[in-house]
């Protein structure tokens, strides 16, 4: 599967964006999507997680209930929603496929790189203070 992020920008805090991923292929449906980010000079790191059934979700403790991800697997699409934006939320945004079977309630285990085969190459979000 091929992934093409778009949707990055420059806002303000507090403000709202929304990431969109849209992918190539016919097994988008099988495929557990994740968000990553990463800053200049660190590691990327997991932001959020869905299901490949859309059923179950995961997120990170710094965008715990200011993002919200979904999918629509009829759009072969996941979308990243972005509230209540902080300078600390710039960033490239890479948007991942899985492949890796989960069951429903562990969605951590999707947290890591090494689960995704498949990323984007990066959107870029800034957020100025």
């Known amino acids: 599967v091929q992934l093409q992020a778009s949707g990055g920008g420059s806002v303000q805090a507090g403000d709202s964006l929304r990431l969109s991923c849209a992918a190539s292929g016919r097994t988008f449906s099988s495929y557990s999507m994740g968000w990553f980010r990463r800053v200049p000079g660190k590691e990327r790191e997991f932001v959020a997680v869905i299901r490949w059934s859309g059923d179950s979700t995961y997120y990170a403790d710094s965008v715990k209930g200011r993002f919200t991800i979904s999918r629509d697997n009829a759009k072969s699409t996941v979308y990243l929603q972005m509230n209540s934006l902080k300078s600390e939320d710039t960033a490239v945004y890479y948007c991942?496929?899985?492949?890796?079977?989960?069951?429903?309630?562990?969605?951590?285990?999707?947290?890591?790189?090494?689960?995704?085969?498949?990323w984007g190459q990066g959107t870029q979000v800034t957020v100025s203070s």
């Open positions: 991942a496929a899985s492949s890796t079977i989960v069951e429903f309630g562990r969605m951590w285990y999707l947290t890591q790189e090494s689960r995704y085969a498949h």
